[in-house]
């Protein structure tokens, strides 16, 4: 114990301060023996406790989850492949080697060959453009002159070597009382002298006009 004057350290048991003869009492600042102090009893009524612990036991336990949807896939996918397998299986043993053949066998419409791709031109395409105008008719130098004499048919050749110079004149004579003047196009039927047979004869051209046919006949007409 400390004397509360100087601040000496007292004897046990001493009634005053051998330092300073001041009155020996408890020091203020001496450190006070800790109280001990009994623990509180629990404030819980036993009854409540009770009716919790029976809540809790008899609640029921949460489904464990995690994982399952893996699971559920895996199994949706096991069941599928054994169905499709399963129908392969027996479309192979109803058809047996029907699946082959038809395999093989090219589907009607199908492209066999190889794919071409039409490719569009840039350029703009000019239409053909076809003359209608008729070449103008010349006698060949290996007609045969069958006769000469005024107006637009006086002169009269042979073509070939088959047609007879009085067939040639009959074909004139028919053409001239069928046209006065030449015309794009025409038929005339002719009797042939010779054979006296009756034939058709298609002509055409101006001024020379060339009329074929019969058999292998041919005839030019010019004027003079």
Do not use: K, N, W
Not at 15 to 41: H, I, K, M, W
Not at 70 to 95: H, N
């Amino acid at each position: 114990m400390l004397c509360a004057q100087c601040r000496s350290l007292l004897p046990a048991g001493a009634r005053f301060c051998p330092t300073c003869g001041a009155e020996a009492f408890a020091s203020p600042s001496a450190d006070p023996e800790p109280a001990v102090t009994a623990p509180l009893p629990a404030l819980t009524r036993p009854d409540e406790t009770t009716r919790l612990q029976t809540i809790f036991s008899d609640a029921p336990a949460e489904p464990v989850t995690r994982g399952a949807a893996p699971v559920a896939f895996v199994v949706v996918g096991s069941l599928v492949f054994l169905a499709v397998l399963a129908v392969v299986l027996a479309s192979f043993l109803r058809g047996g080697g029907s699946a082959a053949s038809s395999a093989t066998t090219p589907t009607i419409g199908a492209v066999t060959g190889p794919a071409t791709t039409a490719t569009r031109s840039s350029a703009p395409t000019t239409p053909a453009t076809t003359s209608t105008r008729p070449s103008p008719v010349t006698v060949p130098a290996s007609a045969r002159l069958c006769a000469t004499g005024a107006g637009p048919y006086g002169t009269v050749h042979a073509g070939t070597a088959i047609t007879s110079c009085p067939f040639a004149l009959a074909v004139r004579d028919a053409y001239a009382a069928a046209h006065p003047t030449p015309v794009a196009g025409t038929t005339v039927s002719a009797t042939s002298p010779v054979t006296h047979t009756a034939y058709t004869m298609t002509c055409h051209g101006t001024p020379v006009v060339v009329c074929t046919g019969g058999t292998d006949a041919s005839v030019y007409l010019s004027p003079r």
